[in-house]
């Protein structure tokens, strides 16, 4: 496998339910990213992680939680969503945890919140 | 005031003309630019990436920078049908260290 892979592709969830999305990269990548994209507004910043250190959080609920056991996996445990969290969930990854560097993306959890 | 604006679109392109896509931003401490192009339901892939003033030519994209006026554009020379897609500016956030800030996208249709 190459690239950045995330499973599963689509997610329908209740508001109580817990779920986790996950994310590989394969690129030998130092750091990951977790982005939220909704429609009609610009790809958000969720989480930065390098070398598996949280180095960035951009203010998200705590109904999120990140997850990055090494520097190939990355995980977001989801607990007690809300409609309005209904989104596609993009995972990055690029060589260091620098916005200078480009980043690759994974191809998205299209996310339903019932 | 946006960080980084785009025009939504659509931007109609016809076969084999250029398309000119542009983006603003605000913060002028900001260095590092990156053009990503993004299919329907895929996600964004990398295009071009540029640092300094001037122009960067690859293949039939070049994107052209302007720090003091704070935009960089994106022209596609000879568009073809299959570059239909929304594309998006994102720009590193200056003193914000690693954070990527990304424009909303232009939707660009080209027709046959």
């Known amino acids: 496998e190459t690239g950045v892979t995330q499973t599963p592709r689509h997610l329908v969830m209740g508001m109580t339910n817990k779920k986790s999305l996950k994310c590989e990269q394969h690129l030998g990548h130092n750091a990951m990213y977790w982005y939220k994209q909704s429609a009609k507004k610009p790809l958000e910043l969720m989480f930065v992680y390098s070398l598996e250190e949280r180095v960035e959080n951009n203010s998200v609920p705590s109904r999120f939680s990140p997850e990055c056991p090494n520097s190939s996996h990355l995980f977001l445990h989801l607990h007690t969503l809300q409609p309005e969290d209904s989104a596609l969930y993009l995972c990055?990854?690029?060589?260091?945890?620098?916005?200078?560097?480009?980043?690759?993306f994974g191809d998205g959890t299209r996310l339903s919140i019932l | 005031q946006k960080e980084v604006e785009q025009n939504s679109g659509p931007l109609s392109v016809p076969e084999g003309a250029i398309a000119s896509l542009n983006c603003t931003y605000s913060?002028?401490?900001?260095?590092?630019f990156f053009w990503y192009r993004q299919y329907s339901g895929k996600s964004p892939e990398l295009i071009m990436f540029i640092y300094s003033n001037g122009d960067k030519e690859d293949g039939r994209f070049t994107a052209q920078l302007n720090k003091a006026s704070q935009y960089v554009s994106l022209l596609i020379r000879d568009s073809q049908p299959s570059d239909s897609a929304t594309y998006l500016c994102a720009l590193d956030g200056g003193a914000a260290g690693n954070k990527l800030t990304f424009g909303g996208g232009t939707r660009v249709l080209v027709k046959p």
């Open positions: 990055a990854s690029s060589q260091e945890a620098s916005s200078y560097q480009p980043q690759h």
């Open positions: 913060d002028r401490g900001s260095q590092s």
